[in-house]
């Protein structure tokens, strides 16, 4: 299914909802467009677990090459990327070494660079790698997960060394043993974490397209006197467009996270599953175009 969706022109015509092209022009046309309308962007060039060094390093040159044509075309963006995506399954040395010249990088052009959070078998993994690359150069900040227990531990941690964290529920399957099985504790957990976030001191992205949670924390920052620029929030490319423009007409800082590239259904399929309605949505839009 995979191989012929991502051949497949229907498939990438589907796809394009949800991502912002197959090639790092199209993405950065995309981000150029986003800035424009007062949003900031984070670029991901999509692809996750990769079984070969070259392939790993392959990627960490396109993302070299990302962080090069944000500065030289002055974009307001940041990069975002996978650990899988850069050898971790291979040899995880090496793909510190890829993600640590990222970060090198980007300390030299005033960027940052995210290491997005995977499944559990990666937490403990990515926010070492992320402690250790912030301490050596700098811009390097990671994810937080509320749907996991230890995320609560992980951001005092993390908030403890001011390294910058977006919060989000979680987009993997994970067991009750190490995850709260019921949307309504996530979300419960989601509001918890995000106003310790929101009043550290440490610029966070508050990642959610979940408008309850939103609005209670516009009512939060407000009541708690924060300036607008002390946090973020953070959506995905084609999801809730017209929550995303509002937030910029009332004054909050809104980033969007942009995905392109050929490896796009892995990263299409989890955007489907947590609204199942997408599927039709996108069906009805597709014969109507
Ligand atoms: P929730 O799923 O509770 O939905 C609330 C409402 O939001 C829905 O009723 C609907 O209106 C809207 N909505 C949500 N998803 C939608 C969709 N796909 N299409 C249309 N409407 C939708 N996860 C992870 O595990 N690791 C990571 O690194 C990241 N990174 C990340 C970055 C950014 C910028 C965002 C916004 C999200 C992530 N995520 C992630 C994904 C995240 O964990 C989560 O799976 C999704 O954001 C969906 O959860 P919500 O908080 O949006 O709300």
Same mark, same amino acid.
């Given at each position: 299914?995979?191989?012929?969706?991502?051949?497949?022109?229907?498939?990438? !015509?589907? @796809? @394009? !909802?949800?991502?912002?092209?197959?090639?790092?022009?199209?993405?950065?046309?995309?981000?150029?467009?986003?800035?424009?309308?007062?949003?900031?962007?984070?670029l991901d060039?999509?692809?996750?677990?990769?079984?070969?060094?070259?392939?790993?390093r #392959?990627?960490?040159k396109?993302?070299?090459?990302?962080?090069?044509?944000?500065?030289?075309?002055?974009?307001?963006?940041?990069?975002?990327?996978?650990?899988?995506?850069?050898?971790?399954?291979?040899?995880?040395l090496?793909? +510190?070494?890829?993600?640590?010249?990222?970060?090198?990088?980007? @300390?030299h052009?005033?960027?940052?660079? !995210?290491?997005?959070?995977?499944?559990?078998?990666?937490?403990?993994?990515?926010?070492?790698?992320? +402690?250790?690359l912030?301490?050596?150069?700098?811009?390097?900040?990671?994810?937080?997960?509320?749907?996991?227990? !230890?995320?609560?531990?992980?951001?005092?941690?993390?908030?403890?060394?001011?390294?910058?964290?977006? &919060?989000c529920?979680?987009?993997?399957?994970?067991?009750?043993?190490?995850?709260?099985?019921?949307?309504?504790?996530?979300?419960?957990?989601?509001?918890? &974490?995000?106003?310790?976030?929101?009043? @550290?001191?440490?610029?966070?992205?508050?990642?959610?397209?979940?408008?309850?949670?939103?609005?209670?924390?516009?009512r939060?920052?407000?009541?708690?006197?924060?300036?607008?620029?002390?946090? +973020?929030?953070?959506? &995905?490319?084609?999801?809730?467009?017209?929550?995303q #423009?509002?937030l910029?007409?009332?004054?909050?800082?809104?980033?969007?996270?942009?995905?392109?590239?050929? +490896?796009?259904?892995?990263?299409?399929?989890?955007r489907?599953?947590?609204?199942?309605?997408?599927v039709?949505?996108?069906?009805?839009?597709?014969?109507?175009n």
């Amino acid at each position: 299914m995979r191989s012929f969706s991502e051949s497949s022109p229907i498939g990438k !015509r589907m @796809s @394009s !909802r949800f991502v912002a092209g197959m090639t790092l022009d199209e993405a950065l046309h995309a981000s150029d467009e986003l800035n424009r309308q007062g949003m900031a962007v984070t670029l991901d060039a999509l692809g996750e677990s990769v079984l070969s060094e070259e392939h790993a390093r #392959r990627t960490g040159k396109l993302y070299a090459q990302m962080l090069e044509a944000i500065a030289l075309r002055g974009l307001n963006a940041n990069v975002s990327l996978k650990l899988t995506q850069m050898g971790m399954d291979v040899d995880p040395l090496m793909a +510190e070494e890829v993600v640590g010249e990222l970060v090198e990088q980007a @300390s030299h052009i005033d960027n940052f660079v !995210r290491l997005d959070m995977e499944g559990s078998g990666y937490t403990e993994a990515t926010v070492a790698m992320t +402690e250790r690359l912030h301490a050596k150069f700098g811009p390097a900040g990671t994810v937080m997960q509320a749907y996991l227990y !230890r995320t609560e531990q992980d951001i005092e941690r993390l908030l403890g060394q001011g390294i910058r964290i977006r &919060l989000c529920k979680g987009a993997y399957k994970e067991p009750a043993s190490l995850a709260f099985p019921d949307k309504i504790d996530v979300d419960g957990n989601y509001v918890k &974490l995000a106003k310790r976030c929101m009043t @550290s001191g440490v610029f966070c992205g508050m990642a959610t397209h979940d408008e309850k949670i939103i609005e209670e924390l516009k009512r939060f920052a407000t009541e708690k006197k924060l300036p607008k620029n002390a946090f +973020e929030f953070q959506m &995905l490319y084609g999801v809730r467009r017209d929550l995303q #423009r509002a937030l910029v007409k009332q004054g909050w800082g809104v980033r969007v996270y942009v995905p392109f590239g050929p +490896e796009w259904y892995p990263y299409f399929m989890r955007r489907l599953a947590e609204r199942p309605a997408n599927v039709l949505f996108l069906a009805k839009n597709f014969f109507r175009n």
